[in-house]
């Protein structure tokens, strides 16, 4: 038994050696573990784009009140229309989809504001209709096939939560659609930049139900919220490329 005992407490000593040393890491470390992907590059963890402090009232003691307005942490919402229906978010480095309203309506082309589909669906999805905006012009929108439909976090990066009709930055929403009136003005990507009224869907899917997918709201009093909708909902969709992506 004392053998035994000696035993364990040699081999317990070895080990805390191993692991004080840095080698019992390394020793289980899997091999050929790949390294982050390139496409991941530096990028800041946008801000919600309040900037005005809204203090607690009901609150009675003295402790300081820290919220979002008055702390505005993460880098201020900043974009870059780049003249070919695309926006870039100067934080993320995400490349967006802009919106415009067809002048031929209601004939509309693939970008148009007003466009809304399903998840899934017999009808077209925003699976067919982001298979045409990679094909688009043989090339794929602005000259690039990669383009995605984004996952819930990227979607919610671009709500403005300091607006409320159209909780998204100017970039998205210049004045010359939804806030002018109950209707869209017919324009182009040279002249507007549109975000319809409702929500967008993301690539996300509801994990404890499949036949549901999260949306994220941009209008109004919904501004910025994030929930659940059936997949053969129709909603808008917005598409987007670049990012972390394997």
Request: one cysteine or more.
């Amino acid at each position: 038994m004392n053998t035994y005992r000696f035993r364990i407490l040699v081999l317990a000593s070895s080990l805390a050696l191993l692991s004080s040393l840095g080698l019992w890491a390394t020793a289980v470390e899997p091999e050929g573990t790949p390294p982050p992907p390139s496409s991941c590059g530096a990028s800041t963890f946008p801000a919600t784009g309040q900037t005005a402090s809204a203090p607690p009232h009901l609150k009675i003691t003295d402790a300081p009140v820290r919220d979002d307005g008055l702390v505005r942490a993460g880098g201020a919402l900043s974009y870059q229309n780049n003249g070919d229906g695309t926006i870039t978010d100067l934080n993320t480095g995400l490349i967006w989809e802009q919106k415009m309203r067809d002048a031929a309506w209601p004939i509309v082309n693939l970008h148009d504001v007003t466009l809304t589909f399903a998840w899934d669906s017999a009808a077209p999805t925003i699976w067919d209709w982001l298979e045409q905006v990679n094909t688009e012009g043989g090339t794929g929108l602005a000259g690039y096939n990669d383009w995605r439909i984004p996952n819930v976090k990227e979607l919610q990066s671009i709500v403005d939560y300091g607006r409320i009709t159209l909780a998204v930055d100017p970039a998205f929403n210049n004045g010359l659609g939804f806030n002018n009136g109950p209707f869209f003005p017919p324009c182009s990507v040279a002249e507007c930049s549109l975000t319809g009224p409702g929500d967008y869907w993301s690539a996300t899917s509801f994990n404890i139900n499949s036949f549901n997918a999260w949306v994220v709201g941009f209008f109004f009093i919904e501004g910025g919220s994030v929930r659940f909708s059936r997949k053969d909902n129709a909603h808008f969709v917005r598409a987007v490329r670049g990012g972390c992506v394997p």
